[in-house]
C-alpha cells in the first residue's frame, strides 16, 4: 500500500477512488444483480490509471477487461462490441503489452518509452481503419447487431485505440476517449430499454475522464523523456 501511494500522486489516487466511488454507486442504484458488470468496471477503470503512467500493468488488466466487457455485450446483442473486444482489443492489449515491456524507458520495466509516430503512418492506419470498419460493419449486418452505426463507429475508434496503444503514441488516449463517447451513446441506448445498463454507460463516463487525463499525462512523461530527466 505504501509503495501504491508513493506511485500515484494524489490526484491520481482521487480520480481512481472517486470513479470507482460512481461505478459502484451506480452499480447499487441501477443493477445490483450483474456483478460481472461492477468487476468489468473496477478492472477497467484500474487499467486506466495504469496506462495513464505508462505502465505495462494497464495493459495486462486491459486484456482481463476485455474478455469480460465481451461476454457483457453479448447479453445484449452488441455482437460488434463483442466481436471488437475478443477479437480485436484483447489480442492486440496482449501484443501492446509484449511492446511495451521490450521498450521500457531508460531501463525502468514500470515506464514504457513513448513513441513518436511519422505522417506515412498516419495515413496507412487511417487506410487500415477504414477497410477494418467497411469489413465489420457487414459483419455486424449479417448478426443484425442492435443500434448498428454506434457499433460501427466503436469499432473504428476502437481499431485506432489498439493500434495507437501497441505503437506506444499519446494519441492512444485520446483515441479511447472517442470510443467511450461513442460507448457511452451505444449503452444509453440500451438503458432506455434496461435501465440496469445504466452502470454500464456510467462506467464509460468515468474511462472518459480517465482517458483525457492518460493522455495529458502521457504528453508529460514524453516531454520529461525528451528532456532526459528521470
Given at each position: 500500500m505504501k509503495k501504491a501511494f508513493g506511485y500515484f500522486t494524489r490526484f491520481e489516487l482521487a480520480l481512481w477512488g472517486s470513479s470507482v466511488l460512481v461505478m459502484t454507486a451506480s452499480f447499487l442504484i441501477f443493477d445490483r444483480e450483474n456483478g460481472i458488470v461492477w468487476t468489468a468496471s473496477l478492472i477497467g477503470v484500474t487499467s486506466l490509471i495504469f496506462n495513464a503512467k505508462a505502465n505495462p500493468a494497464g495493459q495486462a488488466l486491459m486484456i482481463a477487461f476485455s474478455v469480460i466487457y465481451g461476454m457483457i455485450s453479448f447479453s445484449y446483442d452488441y455482437y460488434g462490441e463483442m466481436l471488437t473486444y475478443l477479437c480485436m482489443t484483447a489480442p492486440m492489449a496482449a501484443i501492446a503489452l509484449v511492446s511495451w515491456l521490450k521498450n521500457p524507458c531508460k531501463g525502468k520495466k514500470a515506464e514504457v518509452m513513448v513513441n513518436q509516430l511519422g505522417g506515412r503512418e498516419y495515413v496507412w492506419m487511417i487506410v487500415i481503419a477504414g477497410m477494418v470498419t467497411l469489413i465489420f460493419y457487414f459483419v455486424l449486418l449479417f448478426f443484425k447487431t442492435a443500434n448498428i452505426i454506434p457499433?460501427?463507429?466503436?469499432?473504428?475508434?476502437?481499431?485506432?485505440?489498439?493500434?495507437l496503444t501497441f505503437r506506444r503514441s499519446p494519441l492512444f488516449a485520446l483515441a479511447y476517449a472517442a470510443n467511450d463517447a461513442v460507448l457511452i451513446v451505444l449503452w444509453g441506448l440500451a438503458s432506455g430499454e434496461d435501465l440496469s445498463y445504466l452502470s454500464v454507460t456510467t462506467c464509460f463516463f468515468a474511462f472518459l475522464i480517465n482517458d483525457v487525463y492518460g493522455y495529458w499525462n502521457w504528453r508529460k512523461i514524453q516531454r520529461r523523456q525528451l528532456s532526459g530527466k528521470s
Open positions: 457499433s460501427t463507429v466503436s469499432v473504428t475508434t476502437s481499431f485506432l485505440a489498439v493500434y
